[in-house]
């Protein structure tokens, strides 16, 4: 296959590092890893490859589609949506995963169709997903084989209250089921402190570079970085304008180069004007005018020797690009699109 004009470089080296520091700050809980949507958009093969060599064991997907697609990897795999008709005979085949028992429903529905082991998700208060506590105290879950029972935070990036009372209500299903590990934090959850790790943590954005706890700042390193080639260079006079409805001009005559890369590939038109870009050599080179679907311009003036196919880095700091765009973290990275070829380093 042909190349792509535009890639990701994906920096094993800080994935296998966060990972590390993540689970430092689990303290003695396992720290897991969440996987879900292609691994955030950058591909969970890869991710499960590299943070199961380093020692991860709990891996995380939302669909058994997904799990499936990771069955080659031969690693424990819990399915976060738990299962549905259509996926009982994929599940009770697999050696590797399990789902995670979501409702009423999904209990009977694994029960009565003899799936060994499984998670459970209790609803601690979020109102998403999750069986009541009453049930699992009332014996909802007696004769099935529970690997972890868990629970999953409302607002773990923030300090409020409620997340003590999340943490209190799970802890106090200790001992009232026969779940092996109980588990509640993500990413920002492992933030909140020891006392949120119960056995397992579960983290996934701060694996990927996301900063979304105070107590991650400084700690947690950048994994993705999108890179363009340089389809065209070009003059652009003084008091004309570039791109869909001219939306910067020139005040002086500017070298400008046109980069493969658009809001198709996750690059948002938000971006117009407030980007950057950044030679080989380090050079900052500003964004300029309407990003396209396929196609960004960009100031070169300080870059003489960039040339049409050169390739330039596209600057994608999580944190810094949602305080620009006012984007989550979670949205910048699994925007990122399809047509990027994805390189490890
Ligand atoms: C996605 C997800 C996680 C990981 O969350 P991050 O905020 O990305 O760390 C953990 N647990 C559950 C239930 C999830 O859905």
Redesign the pocket.
């Known amino acids: 296959m042909i190349p792509a004009p535009h890639r990701l470089r994906l920096d094993s080296g800080a994935l296998i590092a966060n990972w590390r520091t993540l689970d430092a700050m689990s303290g003695g809980a396992a720290c897991g890893a969440?996987v879900?949507a292609d691994g955030y958009g950058v591909g969970a093969h890869q991710v499960v490859r590299h943070l199961a060599e380093t020692g991860c064991r709990d891996f995380?997907v939302a669909t058994w589609r997904e799990a499936l697609a990771l069955a080659d990897a031969e690693v424990a795999v819990s399915v976060?949506h738990g299962v549905r008709d259509e996926d009982m005979a994929p599940a009770l085949a697999s050696r590797s995963a399990r789902p995670v028992l979501n409702s009423v429903q999904q209990v009977r529905r694994w029960r009565d169709g003899g799936g060994g082991a499984c998670d459970v998700m209790v609803d601690t208060g979020m109102n998403r997903l999750g069986i009541r506590p009453e049930d699992v105290a009332a014996g909802l879950l007696d004769g099935l084989r529970v690997e972890t029972l868990?629970s999953?935070l409302a607002s773990a990036d923030e300090d409020v209250a409620f997340n003590a009372v999340q943490r209190d209500t799970l802890a106090g299903l200790r001992g009232r089921c026969a779940a092996r590990r109980i588990s509640l934090a993500?990413?920002?959850g492992i933030g909140l402190g020891p006392d949120y790790a119960f056995d397992l943590t579960?983290?996934?954005?701060?694996l990927y570079g996301?900063v979304?706890s105070p107590a991650f700042a400084g700690r947690i390193a950048q994994v993705v970085t999108p890179q363009a080639q340089i389809l065209q260079r070009r003059l652009v006079p003084a008091g004309q304008g570039v791109g869909y409805n001219l939306t910067w001009t020139a005040t002086a005559d500017t070298e400008v180069a046109i980069l493969n890369l658009g809001y198709a590939d996750g690059y948002l038109r938000c971006f117009s004007g407030k980007g950057l870009a950044c030679s080989a050599d380090g050079i900052a080179l500003p964004v300029i005018g309407r990003v396209s679907m396929d196609l960004t311009a960009i100031d070169v003036a300080a870059a003489p020797d960039l040339a049409e196919g050169d390739w330039v880095s596209i600057a994608y700091d999580l944190p810094a690009m949602s305080a620009v765009s006012g984007l989550s973290q979670?949205e910048l990275i699994t925007g990122l699109g399809p047509r990027f070829d994805r390189i490890w380093a």
């Not at 579960?202 to 701060?206: D, K, Q, Y």
């Open positions: 969440a879900k995380f976060l868990m999953h993500n990413s920002a579960r983290p996934g954005i701060a996301g979304v979670y």
